[in-house]
């Protein structure tokens, strides 16, 4: 990532600079980050050496100095918005440049109404004098308000939700006790499955689910029928050799265009949990999509759906379906949602997992990953946009221990309608 490689590099310099910290929308976790941006915090003194360093770094071309007393580091990874603050403005300046634009206007109109200003990413009095806010908690704190979580910041109703003591407690990294979906060299994954699960157990996680694609899926290697068996043998001989991490024998299989699976049952029920997905749109409008979506479902074997929308940030904005009958099934069903951290998809968004969750639904946030040396931070990314999403652990399915899990899937097996979770 550009940005940790760029605070790596200035982190050589050994300049006397208190912090750098990544502000903007990558902070925030937001799906769409356009550009990087960076807040040093450094004394008034460093200033000059700091963007001297910065521009004597190998990989960068220039430093130019841009509008907003921000300079734009032009490496060859791409540009960098830079900003150094002093110390004893730097918590309004990270709130500021952190954004949204939407949440600093926001606090705009309430400083307004305690006498003061926030402008150019500082809080000013009456005079326009500078308020010295060192930390993100004082901001906040000379606004009357709790620190407002940095994925929360859209510009949406979170001030009134902070006012109404009615900011979730939300899900963290530590919540997370296992990943339910990761894909090896059985299928398109770069690893093997034993380095999967070695890296993962690395991480500290109390279980992980193997699930490559089925014979079908539309990705360059699939997981063919025959092979299944002997991944099993695989995963059974690694059980033998690691016992502190367990290993559920997963699938992500393709729902077909017909709402069927892409393998049969008898195939599906020697699978400790089985994912479900739509990979392509099979030329079909939502109303079809929806029903491929109810008929898996419906089916007792599928414990979740991934990456509902199929959005890709970059290239698709996701499918136009009717999710408010997504989740409603999904529910009534006891059916997982996920919430998956690849950087590709990002999907549930922030916005729909609110509302699914609000809807009742179990999220799963999985890391849907390919490769091992990336599955602590596309997980960091599927709990950022679960965040952006207020999602709370108790909503989320794999915060709970491997024996709910297992539960989870069980029940809705045995055609036992899963107690929905309370909405908040
Ligand atoms: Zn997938
Ligand atoms: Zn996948």
């Given amino acids: 990532m550009l940005a940790s490689w760029l605070v790596q590099e200035i982190g050589r310099l050994g300049l006397a600079v208190d912090q750098i910290v990544p502000a903007g929308g990558v902070r925030r976790f937001a799906p769409d980050v356009g550009s990087v941006t960076l807040l040093a915090i450094a004394t008034p003194e460093i200033h000059a050496s700091f963007l001297r360093g910065v521009a004597g770094l190998q990989g960068v071309r220039a430093v130019v100095p841009r509008d907003a007393g921000g300079f734009v580091a032009h490496t060859d990874r791409g540009g960098v918005t830079l900003h150094v603050e002093s110390p004893e403005h730097a918590g309004a300046a990270l709130v500021w440049h952190t954004g949204s634009r939407g949440h600093v206007g926001l606090l705009q109109a309430r400083a ?31 606004l009357s308000l709790p620190v407002i979580q940095p994925e929360l910041r859209h510009g949406g109703d979170e001030l009134a939700l902070a006012d109404e003591g009615q900011l979730p407690d939300l899900l963290t990294g530590r919540d997370i006790r296992g990943d339910l979906h990761m894909h090896t060299t059985w299928s398109d994954g770069r690893d093997t499955l034993a380095t999967m699960v070695l890296t993962a157990r690395t ?29 099993r043998a695989e995963i059974d001989a690694l059980r033998d050799r690691v016992d502190d991490i367990a290993i559920l024998h997963g699938v992500e299989v393709d729902i077909m265009p017909d709402g ?14 089985v994912l479900a997905s739509l990979h392509d749109d099979a030329g079909h409008d939502p109303g079809r999509l929806l029903e491929r979506y109810e008929a898996a479902l419906r089916h007792p074997l599928v414990s979740v759906i991934t990456h509902p929308a199929n959005r890709s940030p970059a290239r698709f904005p996701g499918y136009a379906l009717d999710y408010d009958r997504l989740f409603e099934a999904a529910a009534a069903t006891g059916t997982a949602l996920e919430v998956d951290g690849a950087p590709g998809h990002l999907d549930m968004d922030g916005a729909l997992a609110r509302r699914a969750s609000d809807a009742g639904v179990t999220l799963a946030v999985n890391s849907d990953c390919h490769r091992a040396d990336a599955l602590a931070r596309q997980m960091r990314f599927g709990i950022g946009t679960a965040r952006r999403g207020l999602v709370r652990r108790e909503a989320v399915l794999n915060a709970r221990p491997l024996e709910d899990v297992q539960a989870f899937v069980a029940a809705k097996r045995a055609g036992r309608t899963a107690a929905p979770q309370v909405p908040r």
């Fill in 112 to 142: 307004l109404t305690f006498g003061l200003a926030f402008e150019g990413g500082r809080l000013l009095d009456t005079n326009g004098r500078p308020v010295p806010c060192v930390s993100e908690e004082a901001l906040y704190a000379r």
């Fill in 260 to 273: 069927t699976l892409d393998f049969d049952d008898t195939v599906l029920s020697g699978f400790d949990i």
């Fill in 203 to 231: 991480l500290g996680y109390e279980y992980v689910a193997i699930t490559d694609h089925s014979e079908r899926a539309t990705s360059s290697r699939t997981l063919s029928r025959r092979d299944v068996a002997r991944q």
